[in-house]
């Protein structure tokens, strides 16, 4: 989570993603893929990768607008390699495939990747959707391009969170912006999502704050709150507490998430609805073992379960009971 200068961040008054040329809806009915064969090690990979997969506005981008066509990039392209494998995985219906193309080039996309090794999940979708958005950047004509850029991707899962502190002494307050591609919330005081977010989002306060306005140390609160939402939320949700247990308790989260309590801004009157699509979810000691699956939405609206090869249909209350790990909720777009 990068801090930003104030002349590249979004206004402090409420701000609406862009959604220009974006489709949060599928476009055609697509119904369900391939699975993906394991190919030692590599279920972390597909578990991501099948909660891509089904991110409608980036798979109508990848199979309906040609990037390959036009790419700038002679080697490796991340955008180009995720185009080929969502078409795969849509023609194969039935089928299982082989994600060889993305597995061989680990370490264009993260550089401490192993073939071989389990790894966090968590930690390979940042490097997938990081890898995403420098493709689309180095397929951008205009000059001084930097990683603020704003791309598809940015378009897609960037949201800004505000920190706001305010003296108790001279009751001054200061905000600064972070941009966020997902938001990771610790759930010890928490039950389920809701509940989590309100701990994300509460006021605390700070015994030795140094003011900027008085110059005073003394109490201050400071609150961090959801200022900029994206279009697609993902929610990592820290199921290992400070000395490296893994937190194996129930943990709820909703189909319907409405994230309006937790927004910076009280303007908008309206609820802010977000509908949840796919759930990464892990069963293991550590993150670097066990093993990971997904839950996915397909374009009916049917549930499935996809572990490697397999893909099953499932009821909507397992999804809703199973361990999640990783939770993808989509902005309703109505």
Request: glycine content about 4%; some cysteine.
């Amino acid at each position: 989570m990068a801090t930003h200068d104030e002349d590249s961040i979004p206004s402090l008054e409420f701000t609406t993603p862009a959604t220009d040329n974006l489709v949060l809806k599928w476009q055609e009915d697509l119904h369900e893929g391939a699975g993906l064969n394991n190919l030692g090690n590599t279920c972390f990979v597909n578990a991501s990768l099948q909660g891509l997969t089904y991110t409608a506005p980036l798979a109508n981008f990848l199979l309906y607008s040609d990037h390959s066509w036009t790419c700038k990039q002679t080697e490796f392209c991340m955008m180009c390699l995720l185009e080929k494998h969502v078409f795969n995985t849509f023609m194969n219906r039935g089928m299982a495939i082989d994600p060889i193309d993305i597995v061989l080039n680990f370490k264009n996309i993260g550089e401490d990747l192993c073939f071989g090794r389990q790894e966090d999940a968590h930690v390979f979708l940042s490097y997938v959707i990081d890898t995403l958005h420098q493709s689309c950047l180095f397929n951008q004509s205009q000059l001084n391009i930097d990683m603020e850029t704003p791309t598809l991707i940015h378009q897609i899962f960037r949201g800004y969170l505000k920190s706001r502190v305010e003296c108790t002494q001279c009751f001054s307050i200061s905000d600064t912006l972070d941009s966020c591609l997902d938001i990771s919330l610790n759930i010890n005081k928490s039950l389920d999502l809701v509940k989590a977010l309100y701990e994300f989002t509460k006021t605390e306060n700070l015994s030795e704050y140094r003011c900027g306005m008085c110059s005073r140390v003394g109490k201050s609160t400071k609150r961090v709150s959801l200022h900029v939402v994206p279009n697609v939320l993902i929610v990592t949700i820290k199921r290992y507490d400070e000395f490296g247990h893994k937190i194996d308790r129930e943990f709820l989260f909703p189909e319907k998430l409405d994230i309006r309590p937790f927004m910076s801004s009280q303007v908008v009157q309206e609820s802010q609805l977000y509908s949840l699509y796919s759930v990464i979810v892990h069963h293991g000691t550590t993150t670097n073992s066990g093993h990971y699956y997904s839950y996915n939405k397909v374009s009916n609206g049917s549930w499935f379960r996809m572990d490697d090869a397999d893909v099953e249909p499932v009821a909507k209350s397992e999804v809703l009971q199973d361990q999640a790990y990783i939770l993808f909720y989509m902005r309703s777009p109505e």
